[in-house]
């Protein structure tokens, strides 16, 4: 059973930064792999970022450029740095956790292609 845990959320200007951090338990290297999520209220759930045990990433057009995601597989901890923030950016983000598998490589940033969720992270940036 992965368990996941975000932290790092707040409130920022437009244009500033926050990392978030997800620590995961029960989560086996290289096995699975980790997206990021976004939901705004009366929007969507968004796929933000994604990366395997490998290292390979992929990104939603929406964050490309600004957001960076990275691993810390020795202490199960999984990043999300995000730069240049914007209002619209503003939003409940979730970490979760799929197995590294040929559905994860061709939907990595489909909410369905996860199993396990944290409970999210708020990010509130004003303009």
């Known amino acids: 059973q992965v368990q996941l845990v975000e932290s790092g959320g707040g409130s920022v200007p437009s244009g500033g930064s926050l990392r978030l951090s997800c620590a995961a338990t029960g989560y086996t290297y290289m096995t699975y792999a980790i997206g990021w999520f976004r939901q705004a209220p009366g929007k969507e759930r968004e796929g933000v970022a994604a990366?395997?045990?490998?290292?390979?990433?992929r990104y939603a057009d929406s964050v490309k450029g600004r957001f960076s995601i990275s691993q810390d597989n020795a202490k199960k901890m999984f990043y999300l740095l995000m730069n240049s923030l914007k209002p619209d950016d503003t939003a409940m983000y979730y970490c979760a956790a799929a197995l590294d598998s040929g559905v994860w490589w061709q939907r990595p940033l489909a909410g369905a292609t996860y199993r396990y969720w944290g409970q999210g992270t708020q990010v509130t940036v004003s303009s």
């Open positions: 990366i395997n045990g490998d290292g390979f990433t």
